[in-house]
């Protein structure tokens, strides 16, 4: 596959602060073939509460992995993620 | 016998060396602080930064063309290493093995360390955002666990008696979850885990980036050509693609430099044609871990 692939998700919409919380939702983590995303806790929030943290997002991780199928786009109902090469 | 075995096996198998189970090496090396620490934070890891590297577009950084081979280099340092343990934000030590459906009974009935807990698989949880309870784990691991709400699966019993942990890891087994066993971190073992490419932390930049961060099991699948009926359903569990159909012959065929040894495909086949024979008596594959 020619090219990087970068894969964005608008954290203003999905994850932390927005109000929608993607444990809950996971919709591209369970649409994608090769697992490209990858569920966390967002870096620092440990201190606030270390044994059930609330503040977790989706980062795209393998971006080579990804075989651009578009299919993580069609799924999340935020339209916060988007693809491009 | 792999470089694990020789170095840590005493005599026998790394795995099935009783000492590396007992409570003795955790306190020794002050592990129930580390691991609360690692566990704590664990989805976290791949995206810290190690050295200026995190694991976010890890197949690009690799193909670079003299720091590629650094970062692998230095992967590879970290989750071999066999020094104690300083950083919980790092796989330091964490080192695991693929192990078929008999090892892993073994380690349960002779090895493990009281208490036997099951959690749910912290890689399906953020690989996939899926709950599933499928791991082992064993002595300090398991009082961890049991204080880290979203590890520990949703019904009353989860911690297991000998038996009831053979029980669950035969299910898994057969449903086709590869079985692997893991230092974490050198020299404590504590995970038996039921793992699924490509969702698995461990398997994945094996077999993607080509980062030993586990080793192929002691053993190699063969089959009986004779009793293949053609049926395919073996091709269907391997999650390595060792097994391919030949439309000519109307069989199977085995890459044995693909297999991983995990003995899942024996539990597809009707007709009993594969087993698995030790790596040892393969020509060329012995010392291909």
């Not at chain 1, 270390?50 to 935020?78: G, H, I």
Request: charged share 25%; proline share 6%.
């Amino acid at each position: 596959m020619k090219g990087k692939t970068r894969i964005t998700i608008d954290h203003a919409k999905c994850g932390d602060g927005a109000g929608v919380d993607p444990r809950a939702c996971g919709a591209c983590l369970r649409i994608c073939g090769p697992a490209v995303f990858l569920l966390h806790e967002t870096l620092g929030a440990k201190e606030e509460n270390p044994y059930d943290p609330q503040k977790w997002r989706v980062t795209p991780l393998w971006l080579d992995l990804c075989t651009r199928c578009m299919k993580c786009v069609e799924a999340c109902p935020e339209k916060a993620v988007s693809v491009e090469w | 016998m792999c470089d694990l075995c020789m170095k840590h096996g005493a005599g026998g198998k790394w795995y099935l060396n009783a000492e590396h189970y007992s409570n003795a090496i955790a306190e020794k090396y002050n592990l129930r602080d580390f691991l609360m620490e690692q566990y704590k934070n664990f989805e976290q890891i791949s995206v810290r930064k190690v050295h200026g590297f995190n694991a976010v577009g890890m197949g690009y950084k690799l193909k670079m063309p003299i720091i590629g081979r650094i970062v692998k280099h230095t992967a590879e340092k970290m989750l071999h290493s066999t020094k104690p343990p300083t950083n919980p934000f790092r796989a330091e030590g964490h080192i695991g093995q693929i192990v078929p459906i008999e090892d892993a009974i073994a380690i349960l009935e002779t090895c493990a360390a009281e208490p036997i807990i099951e959690k749910n698989c912290m890689c399906r949880y953020m690989s996939r955002g899926i709950k599933e309870a499928c791991c082992i784990n064993f002595g300090v691991m398991s009082e961890i666990v049991d204080r880290l709400p979203r590890f520990i699966p949703e019904k009353d019993k989860y911690f297991l008696t000998r038996q009831q942990a053979v029980d669950r890891f035969t299910e898994h087994n057969k449903k086709g979850y590869i079985g692997s066993i893991w230092f974490g971190p050198f020299p404590y073992i504590n995970n038996l885990c039921s793992c699924a490419s490509p969702e698995c932390a461990g398997i994945r930049p094996r077999v993607d980036f080509g980062i030993k961060s586990i080793y192929k099991a002691e053993y190699i699948v063969d089959f009986n050509p004779d009793a293949c009926t053609g049926c395919r359903a073996c091709v269907a569990v391997c999650q390595f693609k060792a097994i391919a159909y030949d439309h000519s012959l109307r069989r199977i065929t085995v890459d044995y430099g693909k297999c991983y040894g995990c003995g899942v495909c024996r539990h597809a086949c009707k007709q009993k044609a594969l087993y698995l024979k030790p790596r040892d008596e393969f020509p060329g594959f012995e010392r291909e871990y």
